[in-house]
Structures are given as C-alpha cells and as structure tokens.
C-alpha cells in the first residue's frame, strides 16, 4: 500500500505591525473589520497577506485617514497621525457702532470665522477676540477646540 502525498495548502503568515495613533481614543479598522478603540494610541495589529488598508477615524474633531500596506511590506511601525479639522468663532454684539477684530484681523459681528488648527498636535488654538467702540476696548482670549464653534459675546 503506498500512501498518498498530496499537498497541503499552508496559511501565509500574519505579518505584525506597531501601529501608532495620534490623537489617542481613535479608533482603526483593517479593511472592513470591525472599529476598534485605541486608549493609548499604541496598538500592535495583524494583516494577513496581500494588500490591505487600515482606516483610522475620530470624528469628533478629526479628518479620517486611510492608509494601503502593500502586499511586500513585511511589518514594522505604521504611524497614523489625524490632522485637526477646523473649529470657527462667531463674535456677536448688540452695542451699535462696535467694530471687532480676531487674532489682529479684521471680523464681522454675527458672521463665524474659520479657525484652522496649527498643527497635527494642536486640538485648541488659543484666539484674541477684540470688540472696539468708541472709547472702549473689550479683549477676550478665547480657546477654540477642533471641529467645535465658539460664540463670543462683547461684554460692554
């Protein structure tokens, strides 16, 4: 009796990669998997072969970013930085005559403002609003977080 030596189909391997997230509390997805949270931003994920993508998301504040690993890339760090979608500010007045001015520029009582964040790292950016009458000045520093609108009111 001789046995037969047919060939067993073996599963490639999972490659391994260091995925690194910023901000922390996004969450990542492998193709169409399921999200998954990532508290510390430090996660370490497994692709099988071939090309995949991993999507990375935090829409409280930020733009969504898919990223394709090629189907030669053996593993190793995969960063993923989210940039910071803009927040805006809306001065309003009720004092007739008032003109104002946002970060040194000019601005419109009523009319919102795009404030872009400065960078990947900055979920706030810390803006001056002025109100100016005749004889008085009102400033306010005011910190307008990402994806969020900021009504600020002269306190004259």
């Not at 993508?53 to 898919?66: F, N």
């Amino acid at each position: 009796n001789r046995m037969d030596s047919g060939s067993v189909a073996r599963p490639e391997p999972k490659r391994s990669f260091n995925l690194r997230i910023s901000p922390k509390n996004s969450e990542y997805r492998i193709g169409d998997g399921p999200w998954t949270r990532s508290p510390t931003g430090l996660e370490r994920v497994e692709v099988g072969p071939g090309q995949q993508e991993i999507t990375v998301r935090k829409p409280d504040c930020c733009q969504e970013r898919s990223r394709t690993i090629s189907a030669d890339s053996t593993g190793g760090p995969l960063n993923m930085f989210l940039s910071f979608l803009p927040g805006s500010i809306t001065p309003q007045c009720s004092v007739p005559g008032v003109i104002v001015k946002i970060d040194k520029g000019p601005g419109t009582i009523g009319r919102e403002r795009a404030v872009v964040m400065d960078s990947v790292v900055g979920s706030e950016k810390v803006v001056v609003v002025e109100f100016l009458s005749a004889d008085k000045t009102d400033r306010q520093v005011v910190r307008v977080p990402a994806h969020k609108d900021i009504e600020v009111t002269c306190q004259f």
